[in-house]
């Protein structure tokens, strides 16, 4: 059986909501997509981040998780330190209230396809994850989670069909995504917490 891992990339925050502090905000962040990963069946996860870092990983992950650190907040970064894998994906750490069924359908495509991804809904480009089987193919461009769009992957491939694209997600980049964020969906605690100790 394949050795699959699902890592999530605590990557600086490019947005916060006026009147929160930027440290406590992404905090929660990170807190409710590592928990998330924690309830995820048939796969490990991890967290990545640079050394600089690092006490966000500490003040986030759940014993024995374990915690790459990595020299630049990257895709290719994360997935070149990555060791002993078949497949892994990495995810962003601003959306706390992903739906584990999303995250696992970027790994699904794997079995036939040597890379996934799933794009982001909502407002500006980017995408949610990228989803490779490892050694991750030469093609594979430097991707840059804030900018890249599914068809920058698609046009570096030998054959488009190379790539699948799966189901996206949004992400909390500004504040017409808060303003999607549904009261009543379970999950994203820490983030629900903080925006809800805000004065209305």
Do not use: C, H
Request: proline share 11%; charged share 20%; net charge negative.
């Amino acid at each position: 059986m394949a050795r699959r891992v699902v890592v999530a990339l605590l990557a600086p925050v490019v947005w916060t909501p006026p009147g929160i502090d930027p440290t406590r905000w992404r905090t929660a962040l990170a807190e409710d997509v590592v928990d998330l990963l924690a309830t995820l069946n048939e796969v490990e996860t991890a967290v990545a981040v640079t050394p600089e870092d690092r006490w966000l990983a500490d003040a986030v992950v759940w014993p024995g998780t374990a915690v790459f650190e990595v020299p630049e907040p990257t895709v290719n970064a994360v997935f070149a330190a990555l060791t002993g894998y078949d497949q892994a994906a990495v995810v962003v750490a601003d959306a706390p209230d992903v739906p584990g069924l999303t995250l696992g359908k970027l790994l699904r495509p794997l079995s036939s396809r040597p890379v996934a991804v799933a794009p982001v809904e909502g407002s500006g480009k980017g995408l949610l994850g990228v989803a490779a089987r490892l050694p991750v193919p030469e093609w594979l461009p430097a991707l840059d989670l804030d900018r890249a769009a599914p068809a920058d992957v698609r046009v570096a491939a030998p054959r488009p069909g190379d790539v699948a694209v799966t189901a996206g997600w949004r992400r909390l980049r500004g504040p017409a995504d808060l303003a999607t964020l549904d009261p009543a969906f379970e999950g994203w605690e820490a983030t629900r917490a903080l925006l809800s100790a805000q004065p209305g």
